[in-house]
């Protein structure tokens, strides 16, 4: 099993920045993905951006490419998400979530490990 933990949420004002953070602990090896998926009231929790542990081109959601980037820091087993130019429209509570099978997975069926999240709260 893998511990998950996330920081970095908070109040910004749109055009701001925000960097999330996902700490890992725990049977890291088990897991080959890690992503940040967030969710609205009433809405299905969503892909916001995805990183294969072992490396390739990470996915963005086409609502946050070229403003959002995720990136990995294997020795100290952290994934960050850097959110640039905020949008009211991100405003959303995000999670850290690891994937053990091999392959791509856009649904949040496809991890099996989860953060507690962290809000973020961008105003207009």
């Known amino acids: 099993q893998v511990q998950l933990v996330e920081s970095g949420g908070g109040l910004v004002q749109t055009g701001g920045s925000l960097r999330l953070s996902c700490a890992a602990s725990g049977r890291i090896f088990s897991f080959n993905a890690m992503g940040w998926f967030r969710q609205t009231p009433g809405k299905e929790r969503e892909l916001v951006a995805s990183?294969?542990?072992?490396?390739?081109?990470?996915y963005y959601a086409d609502s946050v490419k070229g403003r959002f980037t995720i990136s990995r820091d294997n020795a100290k087993n952290t994934v960050d998400l850097q959110m640039s130019r905020l949008k009211p429209e991100d405003t959303a509570d995000y999670y850290c979530?690891?994937?053990?099978?091999?392959?791509?997975?856009?649904?949040?069926?496809?991890?099996?490990?989860w953060g507690q999240g962290t809000s973020v709260t961008v105003s207009s």
């Open positions: 990183i294969q542990w072992g490396g390739g081109s990470p």
């Open positions: 979530a690891a994937r053990s099978a091999t392959g791509n997975s856009y649904s949040a069926k496809g991890y099996d490990s």
